[in-house]
């Protein structure tokens, strides 16, 4: 009886066992909130000072593109006492993380076959490696998890006549949050023209709507001379090698296997070599065995496979000429390295070649390990290291409260936030 109640239970047990997992990972924030850098410098400031409809609105030139979730968060935040205010911040960014467990779990996800499918693809988006520290609980991240909400809105099998006037609103959203959502508006295209449903052609017109809105933006950040000038920048061999560890290698390894690897083993001429040919061994193997199977997959699971191949590849070229400096790191290798995992989490049912099978699991497995090992960093080694504790706790931070008085005390004081000590949040 226990065992049948918990098997038709599952989804519900899991989604709590989430939030367990959420709260574990950082309790301050859960308990006492914060801002994070522009969060509560830029949006949460501007709609303290300004009125409702430029705080809506507002775009943020310097970084090039429209922030919408941002916007709404920083008024939101405002209509709840100083004090509180990083916390009501801080819940608003789970928002998206609710939604992409709701739609994963409880929508007909073309993705996932059944519920325990389900389940893992949870645990890619939410627990393997590419979730830093740095994206967490932050309403400027949450563009991020927006994305991966629009991309799963993009693959719902929906119904023939009705319209879903909500997943609309949630798309119209992801797209005016950040570029990123925006990049999918091929899928949605080619979703409509495969389906030929009524919901998948408003979705393509809500995403490419989006879409021109930030282009123009970025068009004219650039030309104006407004833009970062570290953004949009040409690609070179140093900043490929960051992004082949950053977003390939970590994914499915973690850092610490691969320092003490690069720590422990001699590598001369002679072993990168062989490692080369291993790996282009391989590598032809897996060409020829996928192709071999791609021939005779069924249509819709051809479709989500390039679907899948296009977004780590569009998502990797925005992050690599739009990421600022040479960095691949951090919050920038976070869609390219969750697209690799869907992949190959897609593959694995799908693929007849046993060896190939296999490999693919092992790399699933060893990513959600080292998800789970980095999750809530043990060592609190204070660097600047987006997988220590410094983004989850208050490590040597000034007191919120204390801030809110001082604040209070004299309006020109200028409130600390995170990451400490180099931001601070002027309101007057």
């Not at 005016?176 to 030929?196: A, D, H, M, N, Q």
């Not at 000429?321 to 976070?334: D, K, L, N, P, T």
Request: with cysteine; net charge positive; charged share 15%.
């Amino acid at each position: 009886m226990l065992i049948e109640l918990l098997d038709k239970r599952k989804k519900e047990i899991f989604i709590l066992f989430l939030l367990i997992l959420f709260f574990y990972r950082s309790p301050f924030i859960f308990l006492n909130g914060r801002f994070m850098a522009e969060e509560g410098e830029i949006f949460f400031a501007n709609a303290y000072r300004y009125n409702f409809f430029y705080s809506l609105f507002f775009v943020d030139f310097v970084s090039g593109y429209l922030n919408f979730w941002a916007n709404i968060s920083g008024i939101i935040s405002n209509f709840f006492d100083l004090e509180v205010a990083p916390l009501i911040s801080n819940y608003l960014s789970l928002l998206p993380k609710i939604l992409i467990i709701y739609f994963v779990l409880y929508s007909n996800f073309l993705i996932t076959k059944d519920s325990w499918q389900k389940i893992l693809f949870c645990l890619i988006v939410f627990i393997c490696p590419q979730n830093v520290s740095e994206i967490w609980m932050n309403s400027i991240n949450s563009q991020i998890f927006f994305a991966i909400l629009a991309f799963i809105l993009s693959f719902i099998n929906y119904q023939y006549n009705r319209i879903n006037y909500f997943n609309l609103f949630l798309i119209l959203v992801s797209g005016l949050s950040g570029v990123y959502s925006c990049i999918f508006t091929p899928i949605f295209f080619f979703k409509y023209f495969i389906f030929k449903k009524t919901q998948d052609l408003l979705n393509f017109i809500t995403i490419l709507f989006c879409a021109i809105v930030q282009l123009s933006i970025v068009i004219y950040s650039k030309f104006s001379g407004i833009l970062y000038q570290g953004k949009l920048h040409s690609i070179n061999l140093e900043l490929i090698y960051n992004f082949f560890y950053n977003v390939i290698l970590k994914v499915f390894f973690g850092s610490k296997i691969i320092n003490f690897l690069y720590l422990s083993i001699d590598f001369n001429l002679g072993i990168i070599l062989i490692f080369s040919f291993i790996c282009f061994l391989f590598l032809i193997f897996f060409l020829y065995t996928f192709f071999k199977d791609f021939l005779y997959m069924h249509p819709t699971d051809k479709f989500i496979l390039v679907s899948l191949i296009y977004s780590f590849f569009a998502t990797s070229l925005v992050v690599l000429i739009g990421g600022v400096s040479e960095y691949v790191g951090g919050r920038y290798a976070v869609l390219p390295s969750f697209f690799i995992l869907c992949f190959i989490f897609f593959l694995i049912p799908i693929l007849k070649n046993n060896i190939t099978k296999f490999l693919m699991i092992i790399l699933i497995i060893s990513s959600n390990i080292v998800g789970f090992s980095e999750f809530r960093p043990i060592a609190k080694k204070l660097v600047h290291n987006h997988h220590t504790l410094k983004n989850l706790d208050c490590i040597n931070c000034p007191d919120w409260p204390i801030e809110v008085k001082k604040f209070e005390a004299d309006n020109n004081y200028d409130l600390k936030i995170w990451p400490y000590p180099n931001k601070s949040m002027k309101l007057n």
